[in-house]
C-alpha cells in the first residue's frame, strides 16, 4: 500500500483533492492537435520562404554586374593638420617623411675557397 505525503499535511475533516486529469475531453485533445499541426506548418511554410528569398538574393548577386572604376581622377586632398601640435601640446612633426636616397649596403663576408684534395 502507498502512502500519499499530502495526506500527512491533510486535517482531519478535511475534504479529499483528487488531481485534475491531465488528458481533457476529446475536443480539448483535437483542439491541441490542431494548434501543434498548424504552427507545424507555419514554421515549415516561414523556413522555405526564408530560403526561396535567399535563393533569390545569391542569384540576382551574382547577376550583378561590378561598378565601374571612376573615369574622373579625384582632386589632391591635404593632409589634416595636427591639432595637438596646433595647440602646442606635441612638438610639430614634418609634413613629409624623409626616405633614405640610397638603402644601406650590406656588409659582405669575403670566404676563402677550400680545394678538396
Known amino acids: 500500500m502507498a502512502l500519499d505525503p499530502a495526506s500527512f499535511r491533510r486535517q482531519p475533516g478535511e475534504p479529499e483533492l483528487t488531481p485534475a486529469p491531465l488528458v481533457g475531453s476529446r475536443s480539448q485533445s483535437m483542439q491541441r492537435l490542431q494548434a501543434g499541426l498548424f504552427g507545424l506548418a507555419t514554421m515549415v511554410l516561414l523556413v522555405g520562404l526564408a530560403n526561396i528569398i535567399l535563393d533569390n538574393a545569391r542569384e540576382a548577386e551574382a547577376l550583378a554586374v561590378p561598378e565601374a572604376a571612376p573615369t574622373v581622377v579625384p582632386p589632391a586632398i591635404e593632409p589634416a593638420a595636427d591639432p595637438l ?24 663576408i669575403d670566404v676563402p675557397d677550400i680545394e678538396a684534395p
Open 85 to 108: 601640435a596646433e595647440a602646442g601640446v606635441v612638438p610639430d612633426t614634418p609634413a613629409v617623411k624623409e626616405t633614405p636616397s640610397a638603402p644601406a649596403p650590406t656588409p659582405t
